[in-house]
């Protein structure tokens, strides 16, 4: 038996703006974490970060971050995560500010 | 003030137009982000958890009031209306878009501004006293040898791909407000039989590996600086640990090779180096004092300054506590506090940018400084002009009389904005200084410095707090130390841990519980925390913050 995966979603920084942004199922990248595609399998969360890298014109530093599923699509299981997700918290800057 | 020269002012603009064309070819894919990075951060842009960061450098501290109103402006049509003023002395916009960096870079340059090596393995941006120029003890004012030292290191062609950053600090005063013995060159002025020279310190570093720096020479004569500084530098660049970013820093070799060897070859190298400066330096050296030549000081009474401190009590207390003494008869040193209880330590928001500047103008001799500890500073200020000068503070949320109390917490970008980060600090430092403004007891609890970081890189100089917090990540959660004892002047000590840290739900608490047994335990109510401290040591305080573990012992 394989051990168990974490699920996973793909994660980087926009080229222009640096805002957070996640790969969705499509293959696009999209600012918001619910919309992320979750990846359960190993080789495939490798294909899609390669997939990721090599669009430099459009993201940078594109990783693979741990999730959990929750109500609404995925959500972050590290503290990191959540903020990146949100914003800072001192001022409601970010991604909070859009909600 | 210093002012550019035409050749500082070309380079400037042609490294601009440089960036701005790599840029562009970074935006149409005709460079890797590999290849990029290294561009973009010697230009002073990093890209951060939520957005790009530009730092830009202040050098010295010194700012004018015109490259004030112009970072006001940077902030509100670039950036989301506000600024970062750090414990480099710089200012970091936490919220601009690659696109724009450009043209950001060219409004700098037009108040004689830049961002560049305020990143990357060169010389950094080199800090000073940020009372300089201005303070009653000071010997000389360290920032003519600070801007030498910048034009010799801009760009110079040895020390571009150093082992690691390098980071420079002076002072003109025996006290040392600028932390010099936490730099990897530590330079104070000072006078020897009339003869200006320099005491060098070497070594000095926070981060992984905390060091105190030590003393090279005691002495070294004023001409002999460039060449000298030249030799360290170069000594390092060849013995420097290039195989271990973590052993990397000159705090490691002085450490590994032992001072004595390092002074030895350093006398060696200086022997050669010293042939090279044909005394140009020391000929520049003059034209930029003379650019930093003190304002002309007003003569007259202070009656007005009297009055108001009479009769207005909270003028009265923040004059106590944001005000140092001038160098100059009816002059005083103004701290503005960036520190208003449950705000971030070091934002200022463009209005308030623009409201210090004015007040710069009007009433200060058009200059301002930043603060290591994430202040602004009126370095030169006529008693009579306080009032006003408190009033118009007031007004728009920085008059806040805390510096160098509790509140007055030196706090990095931590997790709310910073890539390396394993925990936040932000938060941390607002809900101490909340808890502490509203028991109203921040005056009675008195000299105070706590200095938090939100990683081991120790950019809020969290291990020379008198109580140092390292926000760190144990197991998914955020978990803060705490240091003891540590030490930012010239008696500059680090901090001792106190024991396992505190989750952040208990931090507060834990800083309640030492300041409580400081009061307790000091002998009156002048004796200060650090001196508490070093006279009582750790237990007491270890044993109020642990006392399961006391518990048990006493039962063992
Ligand atoms: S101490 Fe760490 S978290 Fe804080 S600003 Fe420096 S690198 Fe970032």
Not at chain 2, 434 to 445: A, G, V
């Amino acid at each position: 038996m394989p051990r168990d995966f974490t699920p996973k979603v793909v994660t980087a920084n926009a080229l222009l703006e640096g805002d957070v942004v996640y790969l969705d199922d499509n293959g696009n990248w999209t600012r918001d974490l619910a919309r992320a595609a979750v990846i359960t399998d190993e080789a495939d969360a490798q294909v899609r970060l390669l997939d990721a890298s090599s669009r430099p014109a459009e993201a940078v530093g594109a990783y693979l971050a741990d999730v959990k599923p929750g109500p609404n699509g995925p959500e972050p299981v590290h503290f990191r995560e959540e903020f990146r997700r949100t914003g800072p918290s001192n001022h409601c800057h970010g991604k909070q500010a859009d909600l | 003030m210093y002012s550019y020269s035409d050749f500082d002012a070309a380079f400037v603009a042609e490294r601009n137009r440089q960036f701005r064309a790599q840029v562009e070819r970074r935006i149409d894919g005709s460079l890797t982000e590999d290849e990029f990075k290294p561009l973009r951060l010697m230009n002073g842009l990093y890209l951060q958890l939520h957005a790009y960061m530009l730092r830009v450098a202040v050098p010295y501290g010194t700012l004018s009031a015109a490259q004030m109103r112009q970072l006001a402006y940077i902030a509100e049509r670039w950036d989301k209306g506000y600024g970062h003023f750090t414990t480099r002395q710089n200012i970091q916009f936490n919220w601009p878009q690659l696109r724009d960096v450009p043209d950001m870079l060219d409004a700098l340059a037009e108040v004689q501004m830049h961002a560049i090596q305020t990143s990357g393995n060169t010389i950094r941006n080199v800090t000073a006293d940020h009372f300089s120029g201005a303070a009653a003890d000071e010997v000389a004012d360290p920032r003519p040898v600070a801007e030498l030292i910048r034009q010799w290191s801009t760009d110079h062609p040895e020390f571009q791909f150093l082992p690691r950053k390098f980071k420079i600090a002076v002072t003109g005063s025996q006290a040392d407000r600028a932390v010099i013995r936490a730099h990897d060159i530590g330079l104070r002025v000072l006078e020897r039989n009339g003869e200006q020279g320099y005491e060098v310190i070497v070594g000095g570093g926070l981060g992984r590996t905390p060091m105190i720096g030590k003393t090279l020479t005691e002495f070294l004569p004023k001409a002999d600086l460039l060449p000298y500084l030249e030799a360290i530098v170069s000594v390092w660049n060849l013995l420097g640990r290039r195989d271990n970013k973590f052993k990397a820093r000159i705090k490691i070799t002085v450490h590994e090779n032992g001072i004595d060897e390092i002074r030895r070859l350093v006398d060696d190298r200086f022997a050669e180096t010293r042939t090279a400066f044909s005394g140009v330096d020391q000929e520049m050296l003059r034209a930029i004092e003379a650019q930093f030549a003190a304002p002309a000081f007003k003569q007259s009474g202070t009656e007005a300054y009297d009055t108001a401190y009479d009769a207005d009590p909270v003028f009265r207390s923040w004059a106590d506590t944001n005000l140092t003494a001038h160098r100059a008869d009816g002059y005083a040193i103004v701290q503005i506090s960036l520190k208003a209880h449950g705000a971030t330590p070091g934002d200022a928001s463009a209005e308030q940018m623009r409201v210090m500047a004015d007040l710069a103008e009007q009433y200060a001799h058009g200059e301002l400084r930043v603060s290591h500890e994430q202040n602004i500073v009126l370095p030169h200020v006529h008693k009579s002009d306080l009032p006003q000068i408190h009033a118009v503070l007031q007004q728009h949320g920085l008059a806040t009389a805390n510096i160098g109390l509790i509140s007055d917490i030196i706090a990095c970008p931590g997790m709310d904005y910073c890539a390396l980060a394993t925990a936040r600090s932000i938060p941390i430092a607002q809900q101490i200084a909340t808890r502490f403004d509203d028991l109203k007891r921040e005056h009675e609890i008195g000299d105070l410095k706590i200095k938090i970081s939100g990683c081991i890189n120790a950019c809020g100089h969290h291990h020379v707090g008198h109580i140092g917090i390292l926000g760190l990540d144990r197991a998914g959660v955020e978990n803060y130390q705490i240091t003891l004892g540590g030490d930012h002047t010239e008696n500059a000590a680090l901090g001792q841990r106190t024991g396992p840290g505190f989750p952040a739900e208990e931090i507060v608490g834990a800083v309640e519980t030492i300041v409580d047994t400081y009061l307790d335990i000091r002998t009156s109510a002048e004796e200060t925390f650090i001196e508490t401290f070093r006279r009582t040591g750790m237990a007491p305080f270890k044993a109020a913050l642990y006392p399961e573990k006391e518990e048990k012992r006493d039962a063992a």
